[in-house]
């Protein structure tokens, strides 16, 4: 059974930078397209950016040009590089593996922008 892993959440005053983690156990992550979602507090869960297997990516209009994901199927892992972040970027960040018939999610790790 695959399961996954975040870490790298954490405090960050705003401007700063923070690079999350995501590891992957299991044989089906290097043929899967892979995603980060956000939940902020009293939200519903959000996309954040997602990478394909074959490494194409996509972004909320929110974090793009801040935020770049890439993975490293040597690893089993993706990562969520964060940039410039801001206030309304806290949330816990959840990565999951897009997969049928249903998504797999890891745990969450809290990401939290404040002075």
């Known amino acids: 059974q695959v399961q996954l892993v975040e870490s790298g959440g954490g405090l960050v005053q705003p401007g700063g930078s923070l690079r999350l983690s995501c590891a992957a156990s299991?044989?089906?992550?290097?043929?899967?397209?892979m995603g980060w979602y956000r939940q902020a507090p009293g939200k519903q869960r959000e996309l954040v950016a997602s990478i394909s297997s074959g490494g194409g990516t996509n972004y909320a209009e929110a974090v793009k040009g801040r935020f770049t994901i890439s993975r490293d199927n040597a690893k089993n892992t993706v990562y969520l590089q964060m940039n410039s972040l801001k206030s309304e970027d806290t949330a816990v960040y959840y990565c999951?593996?897009?997969?049928?018939?249903?998504?797999?999610w890891g745990q969450g790790t809290q990401v939290t922008v404040s002075s």
């Open positions: 299991g044989s089906i992550f290097s043929t899967n397209a």
């Open positions: 999951t593996i897009y997969s049928y018939p249903v998504n797999i």
